[in-house]
């Protein structure tokens, strides 16, 4: 096999090892949801080795959707940091084979603590399962690895299984994109999630007119916007319509000569699309791709025209 082959094939195996996990989504996986969901401290996850880097990452997913939670070496518990676990925590342990002996060793202690435990594991018959309130069953049938050794299949499945308790979790918590703001307020993630129309749109020199405006003028204000469109407005500054460079040119291509001697209300949109000032500029986005427009208006409860966001606004 050349190094191509083998790099598929092992994409392939993992993604085996994937679709296998879905059988073992049972009562267990529920009973782990609802203890972490009723926990009223934080979900403590800890395992070792390769098991640990995934299980520090499901803490971090954990902790980003809205549940509680951090990673801790089972080593260091011996050092202390048992003292950070309460009997309103709940323990997530992982272990591919069930019998790391650094996790085994602190079990007692979270059992006569009363601290509920959760294992994950891909040894449902492991002492690890045994103890746990619950067990999540991981297993694979064989590692990505040629020589079955090295742990890919089996933390790919681990990772995903973590995913998928998150996500649960989400949905029972019914965890909504401001939630997801709240805890990614820094970087572009979080500037989407809570950016307003209000902080992007233009308000000042837009293009407007009145719907007796002749189309001559109105493309001289459209073009002068740089907008690549124009807004009718009666005389209480209330939007009535639009127009957009389309717009113009099917005017032109229809009515030739005869263009000038039109008005923007021959052509306009009437009761075009708008939103308030506080509206995100996801939902902005959102508009935008449903109704295939490259604006929308910004009004107030008057249907007063404050300002208009475009697509390059929507990217600041």
């Known amino acids: 096999m050349t190094a191509r082959q083998y790099g598929i094939q092992a994409i392939r195996d993992e993604a085996e090892a994937l679709n296998s996990l879905i059988s073992k989504i049972d009562d267990q996986f529920d009973k782990a949801i609802e203890l972490m969901y009723s926990c009223h401290g934080k979900v403590i996850v800890t395992g070792v080795g390769k ?14 959707t809205g549940t509680p939670s951090f990673f801790i070496n089972p080593l260091d518990v011996y050092h202390g940091d048992l003292g950070v676990m309460t009997r309103d925590d ?3 342990a992982i272990s591919n084979s069930g019998q790391t002996d650094e996790l085994l060793r602190f079990i007692p202690l979270l059992l006569h603590s009363c601290i509920p435990i959760i294992a994950m594991t891909g040894n449902p018959d492991s002492l690890l399962a045994k103890y746990a309130n619950c067990h999540i069953n991981v297993m694979v049938k064989r590692e990505a690895c040629p020589l079955n050794l090295a742990p890919t ?13 998150a ?18 307020p820094g970087g572009e993630l979080g500037k989407r999630l809570l950016t307003t129309a209000s902080d992007v749109m233009r308000s000042e020199d837009l293009p407007v007119f009145n719907e007796q405006t002749k189309l001559g003028q109105a493309i001289v204000l459209v073009s002068e916007g740089k907008l690549g469109l124009g807004v009718a407005i009666d005389a209480e500054k209330k939007i009535i319509g639009i127009i957009t460079d389309g717009d113009i040119r099917r005017a032109i291509e229809r009515w030739k000569a005869e263009f000038f001697d039109h008005t923007v209300g021959d052509i306009m949109t009437r009761h075009p699309k708008s939103v308030s000032c506080d509206t995100k500029i996801t939902e902005i986005q959102h508009i935008m791709q449903r109704y295939k427009i490259h604006s929308v208006l910004v009004s107030d409860k008057e249907n007063r025209l404050l300002g208009v966001v475009d697509h390059y606004r929507c990217m600041l």
């Open 90 to 92: 709940v323990v997530l």
């Open 51 to 64: 098991s640990g880097h995934i299980g520090a990452k499901i803490a971090a997913t954990f902790s980003s």
């Open 153 to 165: 299949s089996s933390t790919t499945a681990t990772l995903a299984m973590g995913d998928a308790l």
């Open 167 to 184: 996500i649960a979790l989400m949905q029972k918590r019914h965890f909504m994109p401001q939630d997801f703001a709240h805890f990614h």
